[in-house]
């Protein structure tokens, strides 16, 4: 596959915050197709995630300070999110060359669209993980995709590629996770489009409704979920009243046996769950399959990973043969480990109400009190989902779990700090369940420490902070 056409090889990128959950691994993927990239990052200059920087380093892409000493042509590419602004001194010295300036957004989805097929996984919750499951199975299966995830991928991680958040085949498939949280999802025409749910996210429900309407409108072939209410909506109203005016659409649930693929017979496990799948149509065949990972929003998540492959031609008891194999995504109910003394640590990437209330139930599958740290990844996205946030912890938490939480990440820049932690607290707290705030992070692991006992579970919960992962383990040394 090249990159959207052979010129585009010769070509020269830079990347202002290449260390980037959504940055990386595209850079990896335009490095793996011949092009030359280099980039600077904040982080970089810090200090933080130097194991990141250092493996970056490793794969010979040169890093620069974000000082605009990175650029020095104008025939250099500026891969730069719409959120940078042109005060930053990479894209001031970009505008005084006169370099071609892209969003990220914008070259991903110019090289997806240039594939021959396509799989566009969106949602509001599960996109890494079924983007994974995907890549895996058909890596797997022979088909040598292109894979461009959010997160790392557990299966392909290696010696040679510890951030292994992107795969660059040959096959003629590009698999991406897709985001809506920015618009950019109506740049993507993709063969397959998978949406895993629809909930309050980053936009208003009104504006969520017509981005993912008009992804699975572009598509060849839609896949939704038909136990969320939104995409369950969806898939009617893209059928329509007859079967000759609709949109191609194909279900899964869990409960609904009208849908095409659907799972039963669930056993789940502490850190593993089974079930029956079954594809519904002429065949009507049926596997059972054992997931290496638990959790029933997980089984969601294979059987969408399922019906996806079956579109571009993979044969269903393949795919669930395969699917036993994935092992996982980092920081996806990351099991740490467990002390001696009893405790169990888990690094997870809860940062929103859905992924948190997932998490929360799988743990209370199975005994044993719950400390959940909770550092939510900014001051807006609190404010904007503070109610739903409140609502997912009085209901997720028993009456002798404990929330703590510090303040939301903040890395520099402008912000509304009208909702804090403390609001949160305060109300759960109301609401007659454990909840403790504290200003830094420090306090929080000093806490837990303290109130660890064994039998615990201790669940590190937050996004856009490399150094959770760290925290996570820091922990489980102390318990």
């Avoid at 969106?122 to 890494?128: D, I, L, M, V």
Wanted: net charge negative; charged share 25%; glycine share 10%.
């Amino acid at each position: 596959m090249t990159l959207s056409g052979e010129s585009q090889k010769a070509k020269s990128y830079f990347f202002c915050g290449i260390g980037g959950s959504g940055m990386l691994p595209l850079a990896m993927i335009l490095k793996g197709q011949g092009a030359e990239v280099s980039g600077s990052d904040r982080a970089y200059d810090q200090g933080r995630s130097p194991e990141k920087f250092d493996y970056l380093k490793s794969q010979g892409f040169k890093l620069f300070p974000q000082d605009g000493s990175g650029l020095k042509d104008k025939d250099q590419i500026l891969v730069a999110s719409a959120a940078v602004e042109d005060t930053v001194p990479d894209v001031a010295a970009a505008l005084k060359l006169g370099c071609t300036r892209l969003g990220r957004a914008e070259l991903l989805s110019s090289l997806f669209n240039a594939a021959p097929k396509s799989i566009g996984v969106a949602g509001t919750s599960g996109k890494s993980t079924t983007t994974g499951m995907i890549g895996w199975i058909l890596s797997d299966l022979g088909y040598d995709p292109t894979v461009m995830n959010g997160a790392v991928m557990k299966n392909f991680v290696s010696p040679d590629a510890l951030f292994a958040s992107a795969l660059v085949g040959k096959g003629g498939i590009f698999v991406s996770e897709v985001d809506e949280s920015d618009g950019s999802i109506a740049r993507y025409n993709p063969t397959v489009a998978l949406i895993n749910n629809i909930a309050l996210d980053h936009k208003t429900m009104d504006e969520l409704r017509e981005l993912f309407e008009g992804f699975a409108r572009r598509s060849d072939v839609a896949i939704l979920n038909d136990e969320n209410d939104e995409t369950r909506h969806l898939d009617e109203k893209l059928l329509g009243h007859g079967e000759e005016m609709g949109h191609p659409c194909v279900s899964f649930s869990l409960e609904d046996p009208m849908s095409e693929f659907t799972a039963s017979d669930i056993e789940p496990g502490p850190t593993s769950i089974s079930f029956r799948a079954q594809m519904s149509d002429e065949s009507q065949k049926m596997a059972f399959v054992t997931l290496q990972m638990p959790g029933v929003h997980n089984v969601y998540n294979a059987l969408a990973a399922i019906a996806a492959v079956t579109r571009v031609g993979v044969n269903f008891d393949d795919a669930c043969k395969s699917i036993e194999r994935f092992t996982g995504i980092r920081r996806r109910f990351d099991i740490v480990g467990t002390s001696e003394a009893g405790v169990t640590v888990i690094d997870d990437f809860g940062h929103n109400p859905d992924k948190i209330g997932a998490t929360l139930r799988t743990l209370h599958d199975f005994d044993g009190r719950l400390l959940v740290m909770f550092q939510p990844h900014g001051f807006g996205p609190l404010r904007k989902m503070r109610d739903e946030f409140i609502e997912t912890f009085v209901e997720g938490l028993n009456d002798e779990d404990i929330l703590i939480m510090p303040q939301p990440v903040y890395f520099g820049g402008t912000v509304d700090r009208s909702v804090t932690s403390e609001d949160i607290v305060r109300r759960v707290n109301v609401s007659s369940k454990n909840a403790e705030v504290f200003m830094t992070r420090e306090e929080c692991g000093d806490r837990l420490v303290e109130l660890a006992q064994p039998g615990d579970r201790i669940i590190v919960m937050g996004a856009r902070d490399d150094t959770l992962s760290d925290f996570a383990a820091g922990v489980l040394a102390r318990v």
